[in-house]
């Protein structure tokens, strides 16, 4: 894959379109109802929305370290370098969103309601991080916090996985394809900027990436809690079954 990365990227993106076909057959047969959190209408909206917003805050992210010293950008490589880090948004993105918000946050919601499906599903995609090769416990408690609340805020404003799915791909894009960051511990990749990053790892993430900044801890996290907020006037937040 890697001698071939645009191979790479449309097999990436044909196992994420059999993954949704699977999710979608799997709601109609097993638990006949309607998929509606992949509903195509809108999709395109959602989705475009979700991608600006992660590329935003990431942006924003490396803006700030930027102005403090501790993010330099020393050059640029060739635009090639743009291409294999397609592969890994597009799974991480899809795959994950669709375990983790679209199984797991509403399995719980169902059986204790929205706030517990946002607890139980925002730790377990903290933690499962920790199986990425430089995994800390510090950076898993910071994407259960931050990435969880966003994503979930994210999944619940829309009660749709799109808009969840584009800030997902656009955060882990940016973040390794152009700024050439470790993504959640996991091995960093060349991207089109070739940077330094000195700092204390409380700014700059250390070796977990900017998941691990209390920069990103703070924009993510009030992104999320927005989110939430307006999940919640919208009548989306769902109390536990004995209180419907």
């Given at each position: 894959?890697?001698?071939?990365?645009?191979?790479?990227?449309?097999?990436?993106?044909?196992?994420?379109?059999?993954?949704?076909?699977?999710?979608?057959?799997?709601?109609?047969?097993?638990?006949?109802?309607?998929?509606?959190?992949?509903?195509?209408?809108?999709?395109?909206?959602?989705?475009?929305?979700?991608?600006?917003?992660?590329?935003?805050?990431?942006?924003?992210?490396?803006?700030?370290?930027?102005?403090?010293?501790?993010?330099?950008?020393?050059?640029?490589?060739?635009?090639?370098?743009?291409?294999?880090?397609?592969?890994?948004?597009?799974?991480?993105?899809?795959?994950?969103?669709?375990?983790?918000?679209?199984?797991?946050?509403?399995?719980?919601?169902?059986?204790?309601?929205?706030?517990?499906?946002?607890?139980?599903?925002?730790?377990?995609?903290?933690?499962?991080?920790?199986?990425?090769?430089?995994?800390?416990?510090?950076?898993?408690?910071?994407?259960?916090?931050?990435?969880?609340?966003?994503?979930?805020?994210?999944?619940?404003?829309?009660?749709?996985?799109?808009?969840?799915?584009?800030f997902h791909m656009a955060w882990n894009y940016v973040q390794s394809a152009i700024f050439s960051g470790i993504?959640?511990?996991?091995?960093?990749?060349?991207?089109?900027?070739?940077?330094?990053?000195?700092?204390?790892?409380?700014?700059?993430?250390?070796?977990?990436?900017?998941?691990?900044?209390i920069v990103a801890l703070i924009l993510c996290t009030t992104a999320g809690v927005i989110l939430l907020m307006?999940?919640?006037?919208?009548?989306?937040?769902?109390p536990p079954p004995w209180k419907r």
């Amino acid at each position: 894959m890697k001698d071939n990365p645009v191979f790479g990227d449309a097999i990436a993106l044909g196992i994420g379109l059999v993954a949704m076909g699977i999710y979608l057959a799997y709601a109609r047969v097993i638990e006949r109802r309607e998929a509606t959190e992949l509903a195509l209408p809108g999709a395109g909206r959602d989705f475009a929305i979700g991608a600006l917003i992660g590329a935003g805050l990431y942006t924003a992210c490396a803006l700030i370290l930027m102005v403090f010293g501790i993010f330099k950008v020393e050059g640029l490589n060739p635009l090639s370098f743009l291409i294999p880090a397609i592969a890994m948004a597009v799974k991480s993105a899809i795959f994950e969103e669709l375990v983790f918000r679209g199984v797991l946050l509403k399995s719980v919601e169902d059986m204790l309601g929205t706030w517990a499906g946002v607890i139980v599903s925002s730790a377990v995609f903290g933690f499962i991080h920790l199986l990425n090769p430089d995994a800390t416990i510090g950076g898993a408690i910071y994407i259960t916090i931050e990435a969880g609340l966003l994503l979930a805020g994210a999944y619940l404003v829309t009660r749709r996985l799109w808009m969840a799915i584009g800030f997902h791909m656009a955060w882990n894009y940016v973040q390794s394809a152009i700024f050439s960051g470790i993504v959640s511990g996991a091995v960093a990749e060349p991207g089109l900027i070739r940077d330094t990053l000195t700092g204390p790892d409380l700014l700059t993430g250390g070796s977990f990436g900017m998941e691990r900044s209390i920069v990103a801890l703070i924009l993510c996290t009030t992104a999320g809690v927005i989110l939430l907020m307006i999940a919640k006037r919208r009548g989306h937040i769902l109390p536990p079954p004995w209180k419907r």
